[in-house]
């Protein structure tokens, strides 16, 4: 999931580091200095970025399962019926690059998620085996970690960007997941 999330901010270049930047360090300096999670729910690019990086390339795009009970299946254009018992095979990427629903759906757009209109996208990423919009709950089989993997990957941009401005990579696919390697690095220019 890290890598990934590196390789697609990566790719924003340097107007998107600038941004998200001076958003956190903006954040973090009005929040007295210190990286706490009140600092961090108030970055709405950060939040956004990483939301758009899951949901271009989810962390785990497969899931299955068997059907505990007849239930339809209903696309933009159809409907299907599976039967209790029945294989379930899904590719979230299907969902979350659908163009009925995300504007330039092959392309990163960090602010995708941002403001009121955004956040109701939000509801059609599925990267964690159901809506982010849903919670995990014993009968389901949602992550239980969803909430600490995107909390992990913020916090993984604002450590990157309080000492970071900008930085290029080199992405790869390796296994069912992205490989990158830093070919440039410009540390934060401290103007005090």
């Given amino acids: 999931?890290?890598?990934?999330?590196?390789?697609?901010?990566?790719?924003?270049?340097?107007?998107?580091?600038?941004?998200?930047?001076?958003?956190?360090?903006?954040?973090?300096?009005?929040?007295?200095?210190?990286?706490?999670?009140?600092?961090?729910?108030?970055?709405?690019?950060?939040?956004?970025?990483?939301?758009?990086?899951?949901?271009?390339?989810?962390?785990?795009?497969?899931?299955?399962?068997?059907?505990?009970?007849?239930?339809?299946?209903?696309?933009?254009?159809?409907?299907?019926?599976?039967?209790?018992?029945?294989?379930?095979?899904?590719?979230?990427t299907f969902a979350t690059k659908d163009p009925k629903v995300f504007e330039k759906p092959e392309e990163f757009v960090a602010e995708r998620f941002m403001g009121s209109e955004g956040e109701k996208l939000l509801r059609y990423v599925y990267w964690s085996n159901a809506r982010e919009t849903d919670n995990p709950m014993v009968d389901n089989k949602q992550c239980a970690g969803k909430h600490l993997s995107v909390l992990l990957c913020r916090l993984l941009l604002v450590e990157f960007f309080m000492r970071y401005d900008t930085f290029t990579v080199e992405s790869s696919k390796f296994l069912a997941g992205s490989s990158v390697t830093f070919k440039t690095l410009e540390k934060k220019c401290d103007m005090n």
């Fill in 1 to 92: 999931m890290f890598p990934s999330l590196i390789k697609w901010v990566a790719s924003g270049g340097k107007s998107l580091h600038a941004r998200l930047a001076n958003e956190i360090r903006t954040t973090i300096k009005e929040e007295g200095g210190s990286i706490t999670l009140s600092a961090i729910n108030k970055m709405c690019l950060t939040k956004s970025t990483v939301y758009e990086a899951l949901r271009i390339e989810p962390p785990v795009p497969f899931q299955y399962g068997k059907a505990k009970e007849d239930i339809m299946v209903q696309s933009h254009d159809s409907s299907f019926l599976i039967k209790k018992g029945e294989m379930i095979f899904g590719y979230q």
